[in-house]
Nanobody, 124 residues
Framework: QVQLVESGGGLVQAGGSLRLSCAASGRSFSSYAMGWFRQAPGKEREFVAAITWRGGTTYYADSVKGRFTCSRDNAKNTVYLQMNSLKPEDTAVYYC?????????????????WGQGTQVTVSS
């Protein structure tokens, strides 16, 4: 069982930066692949970024590539999402997710555990 808690969301102006954190409970965090998703009002949850259990491989949605960076610190049981050059269309609730054996990391159905989400609002 893994419990995930996101933090770091808030209100920022367009062009600004935020760093989201996702703290995980459990002893085997380092064996889980982690993902970030977001959901805006009236829209489906969409993939943002993912990182493999060792952190050797990262994946990004085209809409955030070059602006967002996903990383993890297995010693701290934490995964991060550094978001730069934020745009109003990045406004959403951001969720982190975990999966023990990740086959399809870009789909919500590929994950077993989810956090409660953190709100990110980018003003124009």
């Amino acid at each position: 069982q893994v419990q995930l808690v996101e933090s770091g969301g808030g209100l920022v102006q367009a062009g600004g930066s935020l760093r989201l954190s996702c703290a995980a409970s459990g002893r085997s965090f380092s064996s889980y692949a982690m993902g970030w998703f977001r959901q805006a009002p009236g829209k489906e949850r969409e993939f943002v970024a993912a990182i493999t259990w060792r952190g050797g491989t990262t994946y990004y949605a085209d809409s955030v590539k070059g602006r967002f960076t996903c990383s993890r610190d297995n010693a701290k049981n934490t995964v991060y999402l550094q978001m730069n050059s934020l745009k109003p269309e990045d406004t959403a609730v951001y969720y982190c997710a975990a999966v023990k054996i990740g086959l399809i990391l870009t789909l919500p159905s590929g994950y077993d555990y989810w956090g409660q989400g953190t709100q990110v609002t980018v003003s124009s």
